[in-house]
C-alpha cells in the first residue's frame, strides 16, 4: 500500500509512475493522467473476423532496387525484432513496409499503423485503401471513431488506448513528431497496444531509438535515396539582420514559382500572410483542409505556415523559405524535416531550400551535415 491508501504503484494503461495522479473512485483505483481514454474503452477484442486469404497489395508503379532491397530486409528483420527504418524525406517510407503488412496479413496477423497526426491518418487512409483494395482499411482518429476494426487499421496515437495487446505487428509513423515526441503516456499506450513487432518510420530518429539500435534491441534498415535519382535538396543558409530577412523574403518571392514559408510562431504567421495576402496555417486554424487544398490545387501560390506543416503532407513543384531559422522551435528534425518537403515528385525534382537566419545555429549545421552525408552515401559528393 502506497500513501493515501493506493495500492497502484503504476498504472496499467499509460504506465504512468507518479502518484499524485492515483485516486480513488466509486469503481476502485483510476489514474486521472488517462482516465478520459480509459473511460472511453469500448471493448474491440474478439470482433475481427480476418478475411484477408493471400492478399497482395498492388501498386501502380514499382518499387525501385534500393526500395526493393530495403522493403526485403524490413521483412526479414521484423520477423525477429523490432525495426527502426531510417529513410530521407521523400524516400517512400509507405511502400518500405507494404511487404511487411501483406506478410503479417496472410499469416492472419493483426495489423495496425499509428501516426501522431489526424490528417496523415485519414490521407493515408485513403491511398492505403487503394493499395490494399480487397481489405478493410480503417481510420480512428477524432470525428472518425464509430468504427474501430478492421482487417488494417489507422489510428492516431492517441486511439492506440483502445487496442491493448491488440496488434502483431504496429507500424509506428514518425515517431518524433508531435504530440507523440516525449509523451510516455501516448509512448506507453503504443507498446501496451503491441504484442508483436513494431516498426519505426522516420527520417530523424531521436536519441533513444539510436539507443535501442545501439544496444541490439532494434534493427536499423536506412534508405538514403529518393526513388526518382535525385539527392535531397541542400538548404541554402542566408545569415542577416532581423529586418533585412523580410526584405529578401518579399524579393525572393516575386517570382511565379511556389513557396511555403515556415516561421516560428503563430503571430509571425498571422502578421505576414496579411502582409503577402496569403493563407497561413498553425495548428490553431479553422479548416486546415480547406487551406491545405486552396495550395495544392494552385489557387494560392504561397503560404505562410508553423510546424505543423513540417511533415506528413506532400506539394509538388515547391520551394520553401524559413524565416528565422535560428528560432528555437526549429531543432535539428524539425529543419530536416522542412528541407524535406522540395524535390519529391518525380515531375519536380529540384527546388529551393532556404534558412533565413540572425545567427548560425548547432541545428542548421547538423541538418545540413546530415542531408549531405545521405546523399554522400548514394552520390559519392
Known sequence: ????????????????????????????????????????????????DWNCGDEQYRLDYPLTIYQQEVSDQIREKVLLSDVLVDAVCGAGKTELVLGAIEDALIA??????AIPRRQVVLELKERLAAIFSSLDVVAVCQGHTDKTDGDLILCTTHQLYRYREWFDLLILDEPDAFPYKGNDMLANFARNSCRGKMIYLTATPDEKMICKVDTGSMALVKLNARPHGHPVIVPKMKLMP??????????????ARRWIIFV?????????????????????SERKEE?????????KRIMVATTILERGVTFEDINVMVLFADHPVFDTASLIQISGRVGRSFAFPKGECIFLSRSKTLAAIRCLKKIEEANRSVFGV
Open 108 to 113: 492472419r496477423k493483426k495489423v495496425g499503423w
Open 264 to 284: 516560428p510562431t503563430r503571430k509571425i504567421a498571422r502578421l505576414l500572410s496579411w502582409f503577402l495576402q496569403t493563407d497561413y496555417l498553425t495548428s490553431q
Open 1 to 48: 500500500m502506497i500513501a493515501g491508501g493506493l495500492f497502484m504503484s503504476s498504472c496499467p494503461f499509460c504506465g504512468n509512475l507518479d502518484t499524485r495522479y492515483f485516486a480513488i473512485g466509486s469503481r476502485g483505483e483510476y489514474c486521472r493522467k488517462c482516465v478520459m481514454f480509459v473511460s472511453n474503452i469500448s471493448g474491440i477484442e474478439g470482433k475481427l
Open 242 to 255: 532581423s529586418f533585412v530577412c523580410y526584405f529578401f523574403l518579399v524579393s525572393k518571392i516575386k517570382d
Open 291 to 299: 487551406i491545405i487544398e486552396r495550395f495544392r490545387s494552385k489557387e
